[in-house]
């Protein structure tokens, strides 16, 4: 089946520090999604990318379709305490079932 | 609050045994998706459910079983539980891609 490699697994970075985090498939998918999950309750979604090249920005967060659609990334400006979790890569590769499939996750600590 | 409701959000059950997880979607969603997260297997999709038809099967096991009602909401069912069953279960639902939204899950734990 498809699968999504998630990079890094973990990150332990400092307060205001910048992050990079990204998504690589051996596939295509038409739809690329960003969601943070944190302790106890379930994935929120960020950002979705619906075409490829695609930029797209929610406040500090800014995530890219890379142009093979077999990537993306997502970058976290001037991070802070909250935004500790795990963050989570999801593609959808067409159809209307809508079923998506997710990256492994990245853990984010930020410390303050 | 998501809009979408798990319960219960917590269970515990011996080997062997048979549970019911709930899943009432956000207002106006028809869609509704099954999640498995595990720590070694992260998100796995088991079922979806649109307007009370089975659209799209994932990795879910012969002892798993879902439906949706005509009200709209979704129960999974898990028999003959395993040590290896115990681990989050999600449910997710939508209109539209963009709208995917997931409820607070529930633990499941077998001993």
């Known amino acids: 089946g498809q699968q999504l490699n998630q990079s890094p697994q973990s990150m332990f970075i400092q307060e205001g520090e910048d992050v990079s985090m990204n998504c690589t498939s051996s596939s295509i998918f038409n739809t690329w999604l960003w969601y943070k999950q944190d302790p106890g309750e379930g994935p929120v979604l960020l950002i979705a990318l619906y075409k490829a090249g695609e930029l797209t920005s929610n406040g500090r967060l800014t995530a890219q379709f890379g142009i093979t659609r077999k990537d993306s990334f997502l970058n976290i400006s001037a991070s802070i305490p909250s935004d500790v979790g795990i963050y989570f890569c999801?593609?959808?590769?067409?159809?209307?079932?809508?079923?998506?499939?997710f990256g492994k996750g990245t853990l984010l600590t930020v410390n303050p | 609050d998501s809009g979408v409701t798990q319960t219960p959000k917590h269970l515990i059950t011996a080997t062997g045994q048979r549970v019911t997880l709930r899943c009432s979607p956000r207002?106006?969603?028809?869609?509704v998706y099954w999640y498995q997260q595990s720590l070694d297997q992260g998100l796995q999709f088991l079922i979806q459910y649109y307007n009370g038809e089975e659209r799209a099967k994932g990795n879910i096991l012969e002892r798993f079983s879902a439906q949706q009602f005509p009200d709209l909401h979704s129960e999974l069912n898990l028999s003959s539980l395993e040590l290896g069953d115990s681990a989050l279960y999600f449910c997710?639902?939508?209109?539209?891609?963009?709208?995917?939204?997931f409820g607070s899950g529930t633990r499941l734990t077998v001993v």
């Open positions: 207002s106006g969603d028809l869609s």
């Open positions: 997710a639902s939508s209109v539209a891609l963009g709208g995917y939204t």
């Open positions: 999801a593609g959808h590769s067409g159809g209307s079932n809508y079923k998506l499939t």
